[in-house]
């Protein structure tokens, strides 16, 4: 699905991702963890092209983007959920949600299926999404990018001051969708116990450089808390 193959990026002449290679397989989650200023979100721009690479290959379902410009990354099925439950403040949830879909030829059904993945939102239709919660934003960033009907799906820190309950409902969602088929979870995260839950591969990242990796799921905890030496 996605390949990072010797990526090195940064901005300007600082350079702080150093020759990083990922693979997220397909129909699957692959977590990056590590302390911040490890340059995670350095990373995930970088594979949306957010931020160009200075040298290395990315890969997209076997073709190259390298040089390819986000817009067009979208268009051949790339989603990104940036850090900080990010959406339109002074639109409602549902013209937040129109928005994405207006022009797709299954606009409306689209944000129904987001709606089923999130049904709080059903009853947050008409609010503002500046008065949303912040677990509510959260779900309303991943259903909107969900309407673009994405084959990957990039998660900045989706659990980022939100409550337990509805971390557990983002974490059962990410799960059943790639348990369907046809998507993959690239998922920036610092819930050590969430993201190896959801995650069947992960990446420890330190100083912009790969420092670890392995299988995910609960055993791998040790591993990677030794890894972060926490």
């Known amino acids: 699905m996605l390949e990072l193959i010797d990526i090195h990026s940064g901005y300007g002449r600082t350079e702080v991702i150093h020759d990083v290679s990922i693979t997220v397989p397909d129909d699957s989650v692959v977590a990056i963890m590590g302390h911040n200023g490890a340059g995670k979100t350095t990373l995930l721009r970088t594979a949306v092209g957010l931020i160009g690479t200075e040298s290395g290959q990315i890969n997209f379902n076997g073709a190259a983007i390298t040089k390819m410009s986000p817009s067009r990354r979208v268009k051949r099925g790339i989603a990104y959920v940036p850090q900080g439950q990010q959406s339109f403040p002074q639109l409602s949830t549902a013209e937040n949600l129109q928005v994405v879909a207006d022009g797709r030829k299954r606009g409306k059904a689209l944000i129904d299926e987001s709606l089923d993945l999130f049904p709080a939102l059903r009853e947050l239709l008409n609010r503002k999404a500046g008065l949303l919660s912040g677990g509510q934003r959260q779900q309303l960033a991943i259903a909107r990018a969900l309407i673009t009907e994405p084959k990957l799906l990039i998660l900045d820190e989706p659990t980022e001051g939100i409550q337990p309950s509805v971390v557990a ?24 116990g969430f993201a190896l839950q959801a995650a069947q591969r992960y990446y420890v990242l330190q100083s912009g450089r790969v420092t670890s990796t392995g299988e995910g799921g609960a055993g791998a905890e040790t591993s990677v808390r030794s890894a972060m030496a926490i």
């Open 169 to 192: 409902e983002i974490e059962r969602t990410i799960i059943d969708l790639t348990r369907r088929g046809g998507l993959s979870v690239l998922l920036v995260e610092q819930h050590i």
